[in-house]
């Protein structure tokens, strides 16, 4: 088991080759349909007290991608994250608590200017140096948020009940940072 301790102070950058943004929709109420975000970046500060450091990430949302291009299409469009008025969402820790092995991650969250908090469930995966000599951390965290709640409000009502898309959405972040 991973030890928080193993992290040492300073800023620690996102590495986006060895990261991923995650996210999943329910679909037509009976299936679930994921996608990511391609290009994205971020820091984390750690302090002497691990609890006490921050998080900063952004995503650009026109990297959006699910596969499927008329998808994507719609995704960038103004249904969705409208591109071309907000090219960027954004989080911004607010503190870090411990619980048992795992941790909770407080943050603000930013949508097409739309500003909310959200908690993430969050694993420490470890400290480790590659091949090269730099020294990496991994992460591992998780939460669901209603996307209305940040404008994304389009949606199909369906002949059979339900809608097209979900309100709920899925995000998974799995992060490897380098120390800087």
Do not use: C
């Amino acid at each position: 088991m991973a030890k928080i301790t193993e992290l040492t102070p300073g800023t620690w950058n996102v590495d986006q080759s060895h990261s991923a943004i995650g996210f999943s929709a329910r679909h037509l109420m009976i299936s679930k349909v994921g996608g990511r975000f391609s290009s994205f970046g971020g820091a984390i500060t750690v302090t002497d007290d691990p609890l006490a450091s921050t998080v900063h990430a952004v995503a650009d949302t026109a990297s959006v991608t699910t596969g499927d291009e008329s998808r994507d299409i719609h995704l960038k469009s103004v249904d969705f994250f409208d591109v071309d008025h907000y090219p960027t969402l954004s989080f911004v820790s607010t503190s870090i608590e411990q619980d048992g092995d795992d941790f909770r991650l407080a943050g603000l969250l930013t949508v097409k200017d739309i500003t909310k908090p959200v908690v993430f469930d969050l694993e420490f995966d470890g400290v480790s140096t590659d091949p090269w000599g730099n020294t990496k951390a991994g992460f591992s965290a998780a939460t669901e948020i209603n996307r209305k709640e940040w404008g994304l409000e389009w949606n199909v009502a369906l002949e059979t009940g339900g809608v097209l898309v979900g309100d709920k959405i899925k995000i998974q972040l799995d992060i490897e940072a380098v120390k800087a």
